[in-house]
T-cell receptor, first 114, second 112 residues
Framework: KAGVTQTPRYLIKTRGQQVTLSCSPI?????VSWYQQTPGQGLQFLFE???????NKGNFPGRFSGRQFSNSRSEMNVSTLELGDSALYLC?????????????FGPGTRLLVL | GNSVTQMEGPVTLSEEAFLTINCTYT??????LFWYVQYPGEGLQLLLK?????DKGSNKGFEATYRKETTSFHLEKGSVQVSDSAVYFC???????????FGTGTSLTVIP
């Protein structure tokens, strides 16, 4: 079974631009979560989607948004980019929404904001 | 609230040494506990997990036991290899919501 895939793998943008990242979960997985990883803040939860609905949201400004499609693929969008948005963005999928479910992570998209 | 406290790194060990990475958590009730590993330039891979008290997760020679009385989930390996060099993350998942709370990560370097 193919793992979680994320595109693009690397991205360079300038301040004020917007960016869209894509995530394809493992086949059959319906929950997709997004995380931001930075050296200073570590891994921080952005949001989770299940059945095309945002179910849970972390403490990030409204510039960070996402959506999920009927095939469970998900996108996240960051508008009006700031230098501090430079990070590795990780997507994870799981079969269901339960505490014991394992989240499977993609390789990430590395975003650099100049 | 829920949180995970992980041993500060970096950790440097010689090959075949014993490894312990401490992890303690704060959560009400009974979270599920996980260890993930991140190799350079890659995403996180599940190493092992435990979903209830006294469960022992194990994989590739690594072990961790869910200790409710000490709210801990320490990672151990009897004999590390150079290929174990990576960053290790302890995490908890609490009820529904699929929100993982991660520790800060511990960087391990194993030297021949």
């Amino acid at each position: 079974k193919a793992g979680v895939t994320q595109t693009p793998r690397y991205l360079i943008k300038t301040r004020g631009q917007q960016v869209t990242l894509s995530c394809s979960p493992i086949s059959g997985h319906r929950s997709v979560s997004w995380y931001q990883q930075t050296p200073g803040q570590g891994l921080q939860f952005l949001f989770e989607y299940f059945s095309e609905t945002q179910r849970n949201k972390g403490n990030f400004p409204g510039r960070f948004s996402g959506r999920q499609f009927s095939n469970s693929r998900s996108e996240m969008n960051v508008s009006t980019l700031e230098l501090g948005d430079s990070a590795l963005y990780l997507c994870a999928s799981s079969l269901a929404r339960a505490a014991q479910e394992t989240q499977y992570f993609g390789p990430g998209t590395r975003l650099l904001v100049l | 609230g829920n949180s995970v406290t992980q041993m500060e790194g970096p950790v440097t060990l010689s090959e075949e040494a014993f490894l312990t990475i401490n992890c303690t958590y704060t959560a009400t009730g009974y979270p599920s506990l996980f260890w993930y590993v991140q190799y350079p330039g890659e995403g996180l891979q599940l190493l092992l997990k435990a979903t209830k008290a006294d469960d022992k997760g194990s994989n590739k020679g690594f072990e961790a036991t869910y200790r409710k009385e000490t709210t801990s989930f320490h990672l151990e390996k009897g004999s590390v290899q150079v290929s174990d060099s990576a960053v290790y993350f302890c995490a908890l998942s609490w009820t529904t919501g699929n929100q993982f709370y991660f520790g800060t990560g511990t960087s391990l370097t194993v030297i021949p």
